[in-house]
């Protein structure tokens, strides 16, 4: 049983729990307890099950076999070398004996022996006749047939002064002298044996260290990650019951949480934004459509009553189909604009010449600017290739040639004697392609340039002109679909439309 099953019983364990408590005789825990465990188990559970604490346990077992691994490999190598040493050293001593023996016949061995036995620290030897009749040397005792078999071997042996009955280990040579009589050096092998153990019980605490500070690591670093989405969970949780305006937390560090936070916040943004645009829409409906209605509404009241001909009731119905006609221009351009912003129209973008757009735009408005007495300049030589929506851009350029018509051919220009003028141009400048508008109007005050472009907003003193106020919403809302802007700027006198677009090609 888990302690969550204690503290935390589900379905059909409630019952059994306590049960289960109670034939044992056992203590169940107190309820305080329980109350502040649970939350707290709770919480653990979520950061195990996180990604980022499964990955550091990933890492710590590789880390932690490859540290065990390295650690067992160094303390082997260190018990061969060790080996090796001892080896080396009795053979040497075994060299330096035999030549004794080959100098100096038995008696100078047993000298040999007798005095290298004295030194402290000494090596072990054993000289026995051919029957096994020790000699010189100072082992007591010997594993049962060591001697019987040249080489190397390792063995338990006793000193022959030592009264602790312990048997030690080491690693000897056994070696047959011309005689029959047989020699044995070699060397205790603790020293070897207690290195190894240090290497290994070093090793351990190595290893336990890395795992418990990994697992320590990973447990802050999963705790961190975790109040971070915590506190995104919990703001989208209060942005799905209506906050729109609210935003993810960004910690600032530039790490793919942020940038995960940065990049829904955008989106909100634009949720937002197309939420805000899709309400103005409606009550500027509400609103700037009632008044047309209502007008023509009215008027075929009074025509009804007060018409007394034909004449005059075709009149009427003229005007009304005017009145339509305009109020069905109006709902087109709302419709234009509402897919602009909303950004549909990006699936018909292709790439083209947009100086040939201005010239064709020139060309059509050319009639009646000559009706008007406007001279209309069209200075639109070089290509300006941009990708967009060929229809779109031409109708916000047609827009602004419209305006320039109806407000711009009064003003200071026509006052001082010359003919009012109208320039169209396009250039090309670090990137992008700008296609103007220019008049020599009365222009429009820095302050309301930005209301301007606000649906249904038309200035005071254009009120005589016909409009609904959405030309320069759609140029704007153009604009900004292919990536650019629309700028209203003084013509000293008059007024400059610009709308700037990437230049096709360029670097994005
Ligand atoms: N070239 C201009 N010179 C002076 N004022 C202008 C010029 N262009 C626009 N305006 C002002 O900005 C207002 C908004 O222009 P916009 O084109 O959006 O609407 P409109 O021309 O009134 O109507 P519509 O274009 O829908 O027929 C105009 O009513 C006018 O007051
Ligand atoms: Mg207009």
Known sequence: MT?????????????????????????????WLGQKMAPRMAALGKLFRTTTFKLTLAYLTVFALFAAFLLGYFAWNTRRLVTEQIT????????????????????RLMFSIQGRVGHPGASLYLLTTAAGEGLAGNVGSLATGVLDNPGFVETVYRRIDEQDPVEHRALVRVDQLQGGFRLLVGRDLEERERLFDVVI?????????????????????????????????????????????????????????????????????????????????????????????????????????????????????????????????????????????????????????AAEVVRGVGDLYEPLADEKGVALRVDAGTAAPVRGNRELISQALA???????????????????????????????????LLSVADRGTGIPVADRKRVLERFVRLEQSRSEPGSGLGLSLAAAVARLHGGELTLEDNHPGLVCVISLPRAGAAA
Not at 90 to 105: D, F, I, P, S, T
Not at 402 to 431: C, F, H, M, S, W
């Open 3 to 31: 302690a969550n099953d204690l503290v935390m019983p589900r379905e059909g364990g409630v019952s059994q729990a306590p049960q289960l408590a109670q034939s044992q005789g056992a203590k169940s825990p107190p309820s």
């Open 88 to 107: 080396e050293t009795v053979n040497a001593e075994v060299e330096g004996l035999a030549e004794q023996y080959r100098q100096g016949g038995i008696r």
């Open 201 to 353: 019980s070093a090793g351990r605490w190595s290893i336990a260290i890395v795992v418990v500070l990994g697992f320590a690591g990973g447990f802050f670093v999963t705790r961190r990650v975790l109040t971070r989405i915590d506190a995104m969970s919990l703001t989208s949780q209060s942005i799905m019951q209506g906050g729109l305006h609210e935003r993810l937390p960004v910690a600032g560090s530039g790490d793919e949480l942020d940038r995960l936070a940065l990049n829904l916040n955008a989106m909100l943004e634009r949720i937002e934004a197309l939420m805000r645009g899709l309400k103005e829409v409606s009550d500027n409906i509400a609103h700037d459509l009632k008044t047309p209605l209502t007008r023509l509404r009215n008027r075929s009241e009074e025509a009804l009553r007060g018409a007394e001909d034909v004449s005059q009731y075709r009149a009427a119905l003229e005007t009304t189909i005017e009145e339509s006609d305009a109020l069905i221009r109006t709902f087109n351009a709302l419709l234009m604009i509402a897919r602009a912003e909303s950004g549909q129209a990006v699936g018909d973008m292709i790439e083209f010449d």
């Open 399 to 433: 827009n602004l040639v419209d305006n320039a018509l109806k407000y711009g051919a009064a003003g200071d220009a026509r006052q001082n004697g010359e003919p009012p003028e109208i320039v169209l141009r396009t250039a090309d400048q670090g990137g992008r392609i």
